[in-house]
């Protein structure tokens, strides 16, 4: 029960890899509120966990509206809930070349995939220093090192969130531990592939598959509890050894 006694926000839960952040953060003891802007899908993932003994509340919200989180500390203080865990890892993106993105495709990618990461950073430090400190994890991807064509304002937005999480180290340091988990090809609903894509792509990594988005929430776990304490302002790369190859 690595997480007991802390309280943990995770953007983007109502599915893929966020949800599976927050189920594995409230069986390692920790009260999770989960962010989306989908009510229904929310309160699925928030029931399995109380099924299971946790502790979950939903909070439906856009995380790219800066207004939106004030309301959320708003409706955390006057029920006297604490953040010691922000897990940042909503996105948005289009996958076209570059120079095909309209204005509005290039404002929403950084809205969702970097400015919700700051935004939500900003909201929650206090609720943190409150607490004496916390831990912050931003989830990000290899688009970021390596970008295949396409994957243009994301990549973009994702090497933001890789710096984005060594200043906030650098700002908050001691009390406060950011740090960025990169992601490679993992099975979610986002990853909207058919099975023999995955199977393929899956073949070409020294994993031999791609990842289960539960593999994800382990790294996390371990970022966001006390077993990574001297770990801060870096990154650790889970992608089945795409990187490598
Ligand atoms: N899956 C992969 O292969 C892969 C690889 C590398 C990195 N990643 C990263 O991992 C993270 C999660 O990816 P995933 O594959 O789990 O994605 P996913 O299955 O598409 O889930 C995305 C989550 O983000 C939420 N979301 C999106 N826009 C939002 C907004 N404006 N406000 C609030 N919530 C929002 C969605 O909920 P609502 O629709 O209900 O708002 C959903 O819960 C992302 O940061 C992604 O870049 C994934």
């Not at 952040?21 to 399995?48: H, Q, T, Y």
């Not at 400015?115 to 991807?141: A, H, W």
């Not at 609903?189 to 995955?198: D, L, N, R």
Request: hydrophobic content about 45%; proline content about 4%; aromatic content about 6%.
């Amino acid at each position: 029960m690595e997480l007991i006694d802390k309280c943990a926000v995770v953007a983007g839960a109502s599915q893929g890899i966020g949800a599976e952040i927050a189920r594995l953060f409230a069986k390692a003891g920790a009260a999770v509120i989960l962010l989306a802007r989908r009510k229904n899908p929310l309160e699925e993932v928030a029931d399995s966990i109380r099924a299971n003994g946790g502790a979950a509340q939903v909070y439906p919200m856009d995380v790219s509206v800066a207004g939106e989180w004030r309301e959320l500390s708003a409706w955390m203080r006057q029920r006297g809930l604490a953040c010691d865990v922000l897990v940042n890892n909503a996105y948005w993106r289009r996958l076209v070349p570059i120079g095909e993105l309209t204005d509005e495709d290039w404002r929403q990618t950084m809205d969702v995939s970097l400015g919700s990461y700051f935004l939500g950073t900003r909201e929650m430090i206090p609720f943190m220093l409150e607490r004496g400190g916390g831990s912050i994890i931003n989830i990000s991807s290899l688009q970021s090192h390596t970008p295949e064509p396409n994957f243009g304002a994301y990549a973009v937005a994702k090497g933001g969130v890789d710096v984005l999480s060594k200043v906030i180290a650098r700002d908050y340091a001691p009390s406060i531990r950011a740090n960025t988990l990169v992601a490679g090809a993992v099975d979610t609903p986002g990853f909207a592939e058919g099975e023999e894509v995955k199977r393929e792509l899956g073949r070409r990594l020294p994993a031999g598959r791609i990842g289960y988005a539960s593999e994800i929430a382990e790294t996390a776990l371990f970022l966001a509890s006390s077993r990574s304490s001297f770990v801060t302002g870096t990154e650790i790369i889970v992608d089945g050894g795409r990187s490598i190859t």
